[in-house]
Structure formats: structure tokens, C-alpha cells
């Protein structure tokens, strides 16, 4: 077991220095000078000369990458080259607006969703099943920037309900911070709840028609009990991994809803970096992101492994 | 009952075939339809044209800058420039189809090609493959392909259509792996050896074929969000760029003025959503076609 | 267990809604729309709001034109300007000052009396004498201001500048007279001192909080910081201390973070009575088509003009009849529109709002057939092609696509290069880049034509790097007008010359100005007493909260 996690571990570091090395190919490898690219179209010989310089891209591209490397290890992500203010602390900052759009938005879609994929799950074919699948597919379908629009032109616009637009903290009163991010919290839920009713649904049909269901249904159990125990319990794991991944995904920062909403999380810091060339801070937000993702991914594979004894006879 | 008749039976993935047929076919003729039938033009500005609304003489664009809604000459009405909101629809939907496609089929091949290889080969080409595709997708999509786009130049069709494939590859990689590793070890390919094939045969005649099912499933998924991904590039400014009509850099532009200008941003909107809708019903068709009993499947 | 998750469901969806409703504030109170409010009283308490921050509530160090109302409410110095609209609040008044100073020796000594009853606000509340004066003005230099430059005649300002001394032997302070001495003489010098740089600043409290003079301001003007809380808040209330005449308004607060459309949309609901910020075009459209609300935009003169240049020294574009025929074929009147209509249309060089200018409505209508003669006369029956450069910042990439297809229509291919905005100005500035055909704005940074002529289309001006004159337009005879028109003293003479100018430089047509824009405001229903001062400069303490008309007078309307 300790080997297999040893291991596991191991290629987590494998993973995000290779994470690294990708994002330094794209600035780098891709043809055309990174330094003209950081000064910007229009900019002079000379000026891209400086830049080089001071940012020390003359280097070779190894070591400029083993440095960074290195100095990331030690928890010195470098400073923007727009703001020239600590990347890692830039990114800090705006983590807890990130983080309040995702925890929202999860606790608004795990409430729609699932509750209506059992309900689908329940009475396939009902009324309420063809309107559920009818909704998520749209949900699952529509531009997400796009539903945002519709919602702030619709109820903050016309209505009135919502502020347009804005970001408040939640220091400055908790009824104000929820009144500004209900409607991204619903734009960016409705994506999701689609998912995960659809996935609810499907993952308990599928365990519905396997032998020990039949089973217990054939024992005469109580169908609320057998639902609960033994069909929800199982239709649970994959969607906690989902949800597992889903949300590491979103820490990274969710660049449509965070651009339409004007939220000044990790998304639009990752998108302004991209804009104006400032590798350092694409380096960061980038790395940051791919932290939560290859964690997640971490955390499930070592849940699967615990759980499932199939797995742990295969890689031992 | 062939995959083929019971892809026809489901009605709800007949009707979105049918939707993306004839949208295939307007964006093909786009030229046609929008110039002989339509008499309009996806660039020409209407910024000082009138035009005859209920009688009277009405500015394309008005004076304080809003263009006219939907209406008889402009049916879905006009852009904020003056230009016709239908005709860059279609013109639209020319570009958003063909970078799809286009995007889905290089995804396609380097996703097969790379699961093909790790599926097949495994040991340490397979550890390899996994851990870039794994490190691949640790980096969030849109940001992926907002790099690489603010990397390449800009504005060119096939500087989108090369951010799509590269964007997309390692979710159809991963899939194909799997269905390699557990196609090698069927009889066939065993028997296929025996007889003395090398390699690239056993991979060419009988692991391929055999994969075409969950690609063309996957694929038309795939392209779904393509659409999807191709319009939230174009929105963010970094897809197609203007004049070229695309459904997301419209949505962008009529950003500004959406609360007096609706039809400029709901439009496209709808346009992507139906797109996206039919994709995802034909895809789900297909895979209950091509993979009869993987989802239990009452109307939808 | 089936009922339970709808009812969950409802629940929750009960709570949200009830929550948007509960913030749903209720319709203003119908007032009569416009800044006039009738007989001004005492009392009441404004809201703004503004997107960032104050840079600084420390008069040496702020500078910017939307922290200046905040500034100048809080900190008044030796003169202000009339408060008055238009052009006679151009002329300077006493404020902290007994009266306007005299100016001796040939016009390089200024001698002020500080008024017996000019007193620093709360926690102090004591005297301000001359010496407080120079104290403030010498904290300048060594605060690092903004303001520097503009106070570098002093006698002894260069030696401070270089480090080698830190007081100013040019200004003295003996009691409440305060004399400052400047090395030449200068018309513009009252201005210089009217300006928010000079505001007494308490010595004690300075060295005591040398950096964070923000957080410990002490009050010479009408209204003193109540509080500051970075990102959220500033509130100012009526300062007791103040010797000039009193603001109306009791209290005012502005609140920081907000974006300009939920701006708008608070100012129109009655949450909030104004903001520091440009109205957006959509807002500015729907806004102007509402009979009440078109009366609560303030629009003024931005003193700017948005335009076209032309490199005269590359083919095509070094024949005047090439730039002229571009001239007949643009129609500004649709570009107007890009900008909802908030400006007029460029048909001379010069802002029209600068003292003494006029419009000369020239090339104002198109003429297709005309720029369709002329080119064929240059050699080009068939139009010719080129690159017309800009950047993404909007609405400049709608501006330009529409005179792209201006220009197609007499035959001209422009093909459009828009790049970031940020880079823009250097590539267009820089010589060696060849720049042919480009798109460039020019807002006043003083009251004055030369700002304009002199810098942009004298060809005496012309550098290799930061240039502004794009055209590389060298007119002997424009050069000579321009430099002599400075040095006129004569008001109405002067203007005449820069008219004269003006037609020269749009016959020539080395730049095609599109538009003048101008800039907008957005005020709530019930203020009154707000207007444009010339220095473009809100004065908070005129403000004042209308009271409820009549409702006779509502059913009228």
C-alpha cells in the first residue's frame, strides 16, 4: 500500500513539472521571439533587447526553466512583469473570490442535480423525467457566458433583482457578498446540474438492472430502502470523483463567468496574464491550477484503491 | 437490427440529424441563400441606410447609436455597425461548422494515434504517453487554448482549427487506450498473430475498425464542444476575429449595448444552443446505436 | 422521500428570491428633472461612487481629474476659481488669501496676506499662517509630488530639485504675509498657485505620518474626511473650521468598487445621486431617449478630437489631392453615431469648446463623386491600397470599419491592422516605423489651441521617437503662424490666428478629423447644483438635495 502511494506521489511531481515544462514550450517554442511577444507587437528592436535582458531570457531555455523550477519549489513564484508585485501573493488574493463563485455554484448544483437525477432515476420515461432531460440538455448546451448575459440583461437589467455585474467581500456583510454572486453562482450551476442529473440518473439505472438489486428486490425489501442502501450508495463514488475533479477544475478559475460577472478571481488573472505576455503569472496561475487537478486526481485514485480490492491485486 | 435502423427508431437523435443536415446545407449554400434568396450581405454597413418599417422611414442605425430589431428588412435585426444579424448567422455558422470539424478530425486523429500507442505497446511508451496526456489535462482547457492563441497568429481560421485539435486530443487519447487494452487481449488479435502478422497490421486491420464506433460516439460529442469552445474563444476575442462572423465574436460585440440591442446577443445564442442541442442527441443516438444496452434509454 | 428534495428545492428557491426582492429598492420620488433645485438649503447627505480608489487625500501628492473633486473639496489654498459654469469660472478669486496678491518687481514677486480667520479643520483647529505655506510647498519637493514641475521658477527650486538644499529661499513667510519670489515672469503663475499642490498642510502632523498623510488629513477647504476605509469608502462632512463660504450638503460619501454599469443602474433606481465615471454609449443611448433622464446627463466638451493621419512623405499620400479626396469620402456623421451621439462631428482640427475657437464645417457631408474626381486627378482612377492602423480598445475597431467601407466605396482597399492597445502609441510615435495611415485621439492637457497645433502638426515638433506629429506634416508657413500665434498676448487676435491655422491645416489635410467627443456625467433626480466648471472640476460643496416638488407641479408635467 505505502509503495503504491510512494509511487503515486512521485508521478504527481512527474505530472506538474511536466505541466511546466508544456506551458514554458508554448511561450517559448512556439516561433517568434517570447520577448516580442512580452513588449508587444509594436514594439521596437531596442525595447525587445531590454526586455530580454531584464528578464533574463538571453539565458538558455533550460535553465531559465530549472530556475524557475527551483525557485517555485521554494515557494518564490516570481513577480508579474505587468504589476511586478509576487505572483504567488497575487494569486492568493484572488483565490477567495474564485473559491466563493465554486462553493456557491457546487451547493446550488449538487441541490438541483442530484435530487432530480434520482427523481428521473425513479420514474424513467414519467413526465418529470422527459422535462429534467429536456432542461439539462439544454443546460449542458448552452454557452455559459452567453445564459450569463441572458441573466443579467433579464434580472438585473430589467428587473432590477440583482447588482449588474461586481464582486463585494464577504467581509463588508454576508446578505451583499450572496446578492452579487447568486447570479453567477446560477449560471455556472446550471452547466453542472445538468451533469450530474444526468449522470445520477444513468449511474443508477445501470445499477439498477445489476444481479444483487434484482436480488433484493426479489426478497421483497422495502424500495426505499433498497434505493437508498444499495443503489445511491453505489451511484455516489463516481459522482464524488466527478465532483471531485469538477471542483478542482473551477479553483483554477472559471474564465467566462468570472469575465461576464466582472468577479476578480483566478480566471480573469490567468486571462489578463495570457493577454499581456506576463509568463510569470501564466506560470503561476497555470501551475496553481494544475496543483488542484492533479491532487484531485490523487485523492481519487488513492479512494479507488483503498476501496475497490480489484485494483490493489492488479498493480501489486 | 443494424445500428443504422435503430439510430433511425430514436427520434430525438433523428431530429437533431435532421437539424444539423439542414444546417449543413444553409452554411454550405451560405452564399446563395444569403445573396439571391436574402438579398442581403454579412459586411455591408448599414450605418446611414433607411429603410421602410410600417410606413415610415426608419434608421438601420439610430442616431443615438442603436440599430434596428427584428423587423421585415432585417429579420433578426441588424448589428451595432448596421450590418444584417441573419446573414452573418449563416455566414456564422459556415466558420463555427468548419473549424468544428475541422478541430474534431485532427483531435480525432492525434488522440487515436496516441492511444493506439500506449494501448498498444504499453510498458514504458504507455507510461510516457499517460503522463503527458495526464499532465495535459491537468491544465485547465480554456486556458489552455488561451495560450496557445495568444501564441500563434492571430485571427487565422487555422490557428483555431489547430487550438481545437490540440485541445482535445487527450480525452479521446485516454478513451482509445482503454478500448485497445481490452481489444488486445480478444481472441482475434491473438489468433491474427499466430498467423504471423507484425504489428501494424493487427493495428490497422482489425484494432481500428473495431474503434470506429466509440470515435464516431466520442467525435460527435467532441465536436459539441468544439462549437462551444470555438465560440468561447471567438467571444474572449482570441477565436475568429472580426469582420469574419462567428456566433461568439457577435455575442462580443453586441456585449456592450445588450441592454437595448437584445437581438445581437440572444440570436447567436440560440443559434450555438440548437447546434450544441442536435450534436448532443445525434451523439447519444449513436452511442445507443453502436452500443446497444450501455444506457437505459427511455425518449431522451 | 420523493416529496422532500422539492421541498428543499422550493425552499430554496423561495429564499433567493425573496432575497433579490428585498433589495429591490423602491422608485425614486418624482422630482423635477435638471441641476436646478430651486432656492438651495442647508442640509442632506450625497452619495457617488466611483469604480477605484482616491490615488491620495494628501494635496501634495494627488493628481488625477477624477480624485480631484474629492481633493478640492477637502483642501483649499491661497486662490480658487469662480464657481462659476462656463467661462467665467476661469477667473481666480481669493480663498484662503485676504484678497489677490500683489505683483511686484516686474512680475516676479507675488505677495499674499493669509486671511486672520483661515483655520485648520478638526483635530487642530488653529491658525493657518504663511509659514504653514511654505512649509506645504517645500513638502513638495520632497514628497516626490506630481505637482514638481509646475513649481520650478521658484528662486531656489533648482538646488532643492538637485538635492543640495531643502528650503526655498524664494518663498518667505513673515506672520500671515507670504511672498514668493519666481526666477522670470510668468502669466500662468496664479494658476500654477491656485492649484491643490499648495494647500496648507499642518507641519506637526506631516512629519508625525509622513507617508500615510491619507489616513490623517486635516481639512482646509469646505468639507474634512470623516472616513476613509481603502476599497469601500470615503465620507466627508461639513468642516466648522472653514473660513469661505460654507457647502450646502451636510454630509457626502463615496463609495469605491462600484463598475460603471452598476453605476447607472443605482443612479436611476435613486440609490445613489452620482459617480465619477463616463456614462457607457448603451446606457448613454437609452438614457437620452428617456424625457426625464436625458435632463440628468451633463455633457460637456471633452476638448478632444478623435482623427485620422496621413504619412505625408509615403506615396499615396503625399499629394494633397489623395488626402483630400480621403476627406470627401468619410461621412462623419455615421461614425457620430458609434459614440451614440456624444460629440459632434469634427470639421476643423481645434476642439470647438477651446476659448475663441468656432467650427468650420468643413468636408462635414460626404462627397463620393468629388473624392472619386480628385483621385482620379492624383493617378488613381482606381483607388489604390494601404493599411489604416488602430487599436482593440472599442469603439475604435467599429470606428474603423466603417471608414474602411467609406473608403472602399471610392475605391480605396484599407486593410485594418488593430493591435493591443497598450504599445500603440510608441509604434505610431516612433519614426522608423513607417506608420502610413492611422487612427489617433488628442484630449487638451491645457486650455489652449497651441496644445494642439503646436504639438501635433508643427513640423519643428517632428522627433524620431515620441513624436506626436504622426503626419510628418512640415509646412513652413504653419510652422511660423503656430509659433508666432504663441507668443500673441492679445485674446481675440490670438483666436483669429488659430482659426486661420485651422483652415490651412484642413486644406492641407494632413490629419482627418472625424469627431469631438464629449464627455458625460450622470446625476440622480433629486440633486440640484451640480454644472460643468471650465477646470472640468465637480464642485462638491455647490451641491445641494432638491426638495419634493409640489404635487400640483408633478401634474403638470
Not at chain 1, 516561433?31 to 531584464?54: C, D, F, H, S, W
Request: aromatic share 10%; net charge neutral.
Amino acid at each position: 500500500m505505502t509503495s503504491y502511494v510512494a509511487r503515486r506521489l512521485a508521478w504527481c511531481v512527474v505530472v506538474l513539472v511536466m505541466v511546466c515544462a508544456i506551458t514554458f514550450v508554448i511561450f517559448f517554442a512556439v516561433p517568434g521571439n517570447p520577448a516580442q511577444l512580452i513588449a508587444g507587437k509594436y514594439a521596437t528592436p531596442e525595447t525587445i533587447a531590454l526586455v530580454e535582458k531584464r528578464l533574463g531570457l538571453d539565458q538558455p531555455l533550460p535553465i531559465q526553466f530549472g530556475r524557475f523550477l527551483v525557485h517555485a519549489a521554494y515557494g518564490d513564484w516570481g513577480f508579474s512583469y505587468v504589476s511586478q508585485q509576487p505572483v504567488l501573493a497575487t494569486i492568493l488574493t484572488a483565490f477567495p473570490k474564485t473559491l466563493s463563485l465554486t462553493f456557491g455554484a457546487v451547493v446550488i448544483w449538487l441541490l438541483l442535480g442530484i435530487p432530480a437525477g434520482i427523481l428521473s432515476a425513479l420514474k424513467p420515461g414519467s413526465i418529470w423525467d422527459r422535462s429534467t432531460m429536456v432542461f439539462t440538455l439544454v443546460g449542458i448546451s448552452a454557452p455559459a457566458y452567453w445564459i450569463g448575459l441572458v441573466f443579467l440583461r433579464v434580472f438585473a437589467d430589467r428587473m432590477g433583482w440583482f447588482p449588474l455585474g461586481d464582486y463585494t467581500e464577504m467581509g463588508q456583510g454576508l446578505l451583499a457578498w450572496a446578492h452579487h454572486l447568486v447570479l453567477p453562482w446560477i449560471t455556472l450551476a446550471l452547466l453542472y446540474a445538468g451533469w450530474y442529473a444526468r449522470m445520477t440518473r444513468a449511474q443508477m439505472l445501470d445499477i439498477a438492472r445489476l444481479d444483487y438489486v434484482r436480488t433484493a428486490y426479489a426478497k421483497g425489501l422495502d424500495k426505499r430502502v433498497v434505493v437508498g442502501r444499495h443503489i445511491f450508495r453505489n451511484a455516489l463514488l463516481p459522482l464524488v470523483t466527478m465532483l471531485g475533479m469538477d471542483v478542482a477544475y473551477l479553483f483554477g478559475g472559471a474564465v467566462l463567468t468570472e469575465s461576464v460577472f466582472g468577479i476578480p478571481g483566478i480566471g480573469g488573472l490567468a486571462w489578463r496574464a495570457i493577454r499581456m505576455r506576463d509568463l510569470p503569472m501564466v506560470m503561476g496561475t497555470v501551475l496553481f491550477a494544475a496543483l488542484f487537478i492533479v491532487v484531485a486526481n490523487l485523492i481519487v485514485d488513492l479512494l479507488y484503491f483503498a476501496l475497490d480490492p480489484r485494483i490493489q491485486r492488479e498493480t501489486s | 437490427m443494424t445500428a443504422a435502423r435503430r439510430f433511425a427508431r430514436d427520434r430525438w437523435a433523428l431530429t437533431g440529424f435532421v437539424f444539423l443536415a439542414l444546417l449543413v446545407v444553409v452554411a454550405v449554400a451560405a452564399p446563395l441563400v444569403v445573396g439571391r434568396v436574402l438579398h442581403a450581405s454579412p459586411y455591408r454597413l448599414g450605418m446611414m441606410d433607411k429603410v421602410k418599417e410600417g410606413g415610415r422611414l426608419v434608421d438601420v442605425v439610430s442616431d443615438g447609436g442603436i440599430p434596428i430589431g427584428p423587423s421585415a428588412s432585417y429579420p433578426l435585426g441588424a448589428d451595432l455597425i448596421g450590418r444584417d444579424v441573419l446573414s452573418r448567422l449563416i455566414y456564422g455558422a459556415r466558420v463555427s461548422l468548419l473549424v468544428s470539424t475541422m478541430g474534431t478530425l485532427l483531435a480525432v486523429l492525434l488522440g487515436l494515434l496516441v492511444g493506439l500507442l500506449a494501448g498498444f505497446y504499453r510498458g514504458t511508451v504507455d507510461t510516457i504517453l499517460s503522463r503527458f496526456v495526464d499532465a495535459m489535462m491537468a491544465i485547465p482547457i480554456l486556458l489552455l487554448a488561451i495560450a496557445l492563441a495568444s501564441v500563434l497568429p492571430q485571427g487565422n481560421v487555422w490557428t483555431v482549427v489547430l487550438i481545437l485539435g490540440l485541445v482535445n486530443w487527450t480525452y479521446l487519447a485516454r478513451i482509445v487506450r482503454g478500448e485497445v487494452l481490452s481489444l488486445r487481449e480478444k481472441e482475434f488479435v491473438e489468433a491474427a498473430r499466430a498467423l504471423g502478422a507484425n504489428d501494424s497490421v493487427i493495428l490497422a486491420r482489425h484494432l481500428v475498425p473495431n474503434l470506429v464506433g466509440p470515435l464516431l460516439v466520442f467525435g460527435t460529442l467532441s465536436m459539441a464542444g468544439n462549437i462551444l469552445l470555438e465560440s468561447a474563444l471567438s467571444f474572449l476575442g482570441v477565436g475568429i476575429q472580426a469582420p469574419t462572423p462567428s456566433w461568439g465574436n457577435m455575442i462580443q460585440e453586441g456585449m456592450a449595448f445588450y441592454s437595448v440591442a437584445w437581438w445581437v446577443v440572444l440570436f447567436p445564442g440560440i443559434a450555438i444552443l440548437l447546434t450544441v442541442v442536435s450534436l448532443n442527441l445525434v451523439g447519444d443516438g449513436l452511442r445507443d446505436a453502436l452500443v446497444p444496452g450501455s444506457q437505459e434509454r427511455i425518449g431522451l | 422521500m420523493t416529496l422532500r428534495p422539492h421541498l428543499l428545492l422550493s425552499l430554496f428557491v423561495a429564499l433567493l428570491l425573496s432575497a433579490g426582492g428585498c433589495v429591490h429598492e423602491p422608485r425614486p420620488v418624482a422630482y423635477v428633472p435638471g441641476p436646478d433645485g430651486g432656492t438651495p438649503r442647508r442640509g442632506g447627505h450625497a452619495v457617488f461612487v466611483r469604480e477605484e480608489d482616491p490615488d491620495y487625500l494628501d494635496p501634495g501628492l494627488s493628481y488625477g481629474t477624477y480624485s480631484a473633486a474629492v481633493t478640492e473639496a477637502i483642501f483649499h489654498t491661497l486662490l480658487d476659481y469662480a464657481h462659476e459654469p462656463g467661462p467665467a469660472g476661469a477667473t481666480l478669486e481669493p480663498d484662503l488669501a485676504q484678497s489677490l496678491p500683489e505683483i511686484r518687481e516686474n512680475g516676479t514677486l507675488y505677495c499674499f496676506r493669509v486671511r486672520p480667520d483661515a483655520r485648520f479643520g478638526a483635530p487642530l483647529h488653529r491658525h493657518i499662517t504663511a509659514a504653514d505655506f511654505k512649509y506645504s510647498i517645500e513638502r513638495l519637493f520632497e514628497v516626490e509630488s506630481p505637482g514638481v514641475p509646475f513649481y520650478r521658477h521658484i528662486v531656489g527650486a533648482d538646488r532643492v530639485i538637485a538635492g543640495s538644499a531643502k528650503t526655498l529661499p524664494g518663498v518667505i513667510a513673515r506672520g500671515d504675509s507670504l511672498y514668493i519670489r519666481i526666477t522670470a515672469p510668468d502669466p500662468t503663475f496664479l494658476h500654477i498657485l491656485s492649484m491643490s499642490f499648495t494647500a496648507p498642510v499642518p507641519r506637526e502632523v506631516a512629519e508625525k505620518y509622513p507617508r500615510t498623510l491619507s489616513q490623517h488629513t486635516v481639512a482646509t477647504g469646505p468639507f474634512q474626511v470623516a472616513e476613509f476605509t481603502p476599497r469601500r469608502r470615503v465620507i466627508l462632512v461639513r468642516n466648522p473650521d472653514y473660513c469661505g463660504k460654507p457647502a450646502w450638503l451636510d454630509t457626502f460619501e463615496l463609495r469605491l468598487g462600484v463598475t460603471q454599469a452598476n453605476a447607472v443602474a443605482m443612479i436611476r433606481r435613486g440609490q445613489v445621486d452620482g459617480g465619477f465615471f463616463e456614462v457607457p454609449p448603451a446606457e448613454f443611448a437609452r438614457l437620452r431617449a428617456d424625457s426625464s433622464w436625458a435632463h440628468q446627463i451633463d455633457v460637456s466638451d471633452g476638448l478632444e478630437t478623435d482623427y485620422l493621419f496621413l504619412n505625408v512623405r509615403q506615396k499615396p499620400f503625399d499629394d494633397v489631392r489623395v488626402r483630400q479626396a480621403m476627406e470627401w469620402a468619410i461621412d462623419r456623421r455615421a461614425l457620430l453615431k458609434v459614440y451614440s451621439g456624444k460629440g459632434i462631428v469634427a470639421g476643423e482640427f481645434c476642439p470647438v469648446g477651446m476659448p475663441g475657437a468656432r467650427p468650420l464645417g468643413r468636408y462635414v457631408t460626404p462627397d463620393r463623386a468629388r473624392a472619386k474626381a480628385l483621385l482620379a486627378e492624383a493617378g488613381y482612377p482606381n483607388g489604390f491600397r494601404t493599411k489604416l492602423y488602430g487599436y482593440a480598445t472599442e469603439p475604435v475597431p467599429r470606428l474603423l470599419t466603417i471608414v474602411q467601407q467609406q473608403l472602399a466605396d471610392v475605391g480605396i482597399q484599407a486593410e485594418l491592422d488593430i493591435g493591443e492597445a497598450i504599445g500603440y502609441t510608441s509604434m505610431a510615435s516612433d519614426t522608423s516605423r513607417h506608420v502610413p495611415f492611422g487612427f489617433y485621439a488628442w484630449t487638451a492637457d491645457y486650455v489652449d489651441p497651441s496644445n494642439f497645433f503646436d504639438t501635433l502638426v508643427n513640423g519643428h515638433r517632428i522627433t524620431a521617437i515620441n513624436n506626436q506629429n504622426l503626419s510628418l506634416f512640415d509646412d513652413p508657413w504653419v510652422n511660423h503662424h503656430i509659433e508666432h500665434a504663441m507668443t500673441v498676448a492679445d485674446d481675440s487676435t490670438r483666436a483669429k490666428l488659430w482659426r486661420e491655422i485651422d483652415e490651412r491645416v484642413m486644406d492641407d489635410a494632413p490629419v482627418l478629423p472625424l469627431l469631438h467627443t464629449f464627455e458625460s456625467r450622470l446625476y440622480s433626480l433629486r440633486l440640484a447644483g451640480w454644472y460643468r466648471h471650465i477646470t472640468r472640476i465637480l464642485k462638491i460643496e455647490d451641491l445641494y438635495l432638491k426638495s419634493a416638488p409640489r404635487p400640483a407641479a408633478v401634474a403638470a408635467r
